[in-house]
């Protein structure tokens, strides 16, 4: 799947990526190129710089150098007016889905709606049904705050309000994190399902190696900066969901089977140096 | 907007280190002074770009000026009214010593008109709104919110903070008049009730050394106090530090350095309006009055 899809146009291409924060650098020389409808999953373990790369697609963090390109156009070079009228075209699903604690559940899915097409009233609340609809969750819902909802559910709406402005790019954010097993494969039932019913291209951020095997066409493993020797290369692994299995390099291997490996080895050495000291 | 630049402190190397490290030190306080004042003056001027380009939504300026002005309303109040009191009590044996008791009116409508009014309802307000507008926006970054509106082509200033700006400018002079009015109230309750000051000298000796002048004195500071609470509440709400402990600091600092600002500018203020009305009314008999 990924082969064939990698003879279409990207859609976002990131060139020589580099992210720092302060003194910290969090991406070094990150170059990736994501082709129109493709399900990519960015894994990699907490601290190695997923989100910042996804916030960075959007413009919500400014590169250090290099460049995200989206549609053809560098979105570090967009005047405001013209980023906001391309993050029309994202959806963005935030790890802890970030609803506005002071709407209701309607008010947060039809906020993109208001905010760009406020005189559609009477379109809003069609389309905001429908969106509830497609992840799965009853009317009465609607009238609720953020704060009544369960986190599966939050999650859910946090999808509805990102699909109804029916973006061409839907960005997820480790979007099982913190849930039960069931909820999180409900959460990956509904990436596949929006996937079938709209054409868009999805990138999800996760640590989670059953939503990245299960949803995506194709993986890309980041390693944290901190554990990697200068001048090697921050992706650790790009392929597909199968040659992942196969891998030979060590530290890929390790992640996806979840293995501490020689982390529990420069754990006890911390803790004989803290002895000593 | 912050370049979040670290200015470490340097690890001590030689004996010449102890000599040069506090000077290395205090270059780094009074560099990160200055970044946070250029990202502060950035951040204001985004502000006010916003505010020109386009007016906020009526739903969240009404909300705004709901909770920023019609709820500080009777915290002001009383506290004005106190004041007032406060002031009658205080003025009132240094007064009597000399038998100037009936001019107390004027002292403390004069004070409350210029001074406290003004002074006594921007602290309020910094108190009350400038730390809830912290924290609630601190909160919304630490949550991702401010990112979440972001990623759906909404402004985070026009949307959070234009509405919040404007209401505590607008409202602030209302509630200036207000702490004015009950402080006057207050004390002429006190000196006319309590301490049995004649009514009639009372009143006229009030009307003698205030003006409307005064009033403008006071709604015009009120002005510029409103705008710095609105503006540093939010800029720290907006660079909220991650965590319970990131919202709290905000919401301290907010006070705290909208305080700090409002008492420098009421100085600079005082001495600004002093010479406006001098230029406008050289000949004025409140010159030589007061």
Known sequence: MAVSQSNREPIIEIDSLNVSFGRQDVLRNISLSVPAGQTLAIIGESGCGKTVLLKTIIGLVRPSSGFVKFDGQRIDQLTDQELTQERTRFGFVFQNAALFDSMTVAENISFPLRQHHPDQRAAHEESMLARLAEVGLPTAVLRKRPAELSGGMRKRVGLARALIMKPEVLLYDEPTTGLDPIVSDVINELMMRTRKKNPVTSIIVTHDMKTAQKVADRIVMLYPLARLAAGESQILFDGTPDEIERTKDRRVAQFIRGEAGDRLMEMNENAEEGMVI | MSTGIEYAPRPRRNVLSVLTDPIADLGAVVLR???????????????????????????????????????????????????????????????RAFGLETQLGGVINRTMFRELGPVLAATMLAGRVGSAMAAELGTMRVTEQIDALSSMGANPIHFLVVPRFLSCLLLIPSLTIMAVFMGVVGGAAYCVFLLNIDVHHYSANSKLYVENWDLLYGVIKSVFFGATIGLVSCYRGFHCKAGAEGVGQAATSAFVQSFVVIIVLDLFLSIMLDNVYSYLWPTSPMLLNG
């Open chain 2, 33 to 95: 002074s200055i970044e946070t004042l250029g990202d502060m003056t950035l951040f204001a001027w985004q502000t006010l770009r916003w505010l020109l380009a386009r007016l906020p939504s009526r739903d969240a300026l009404y909300t705004n000026m709901y909770q920023i002005g019609v709820l500080s309303l009777p915290v002001v109040a009383l506290t004005g009214t106190f004041i007032g009191m406060v002031l009658a009590v205080q003025s009132y044996s240094q007064f």
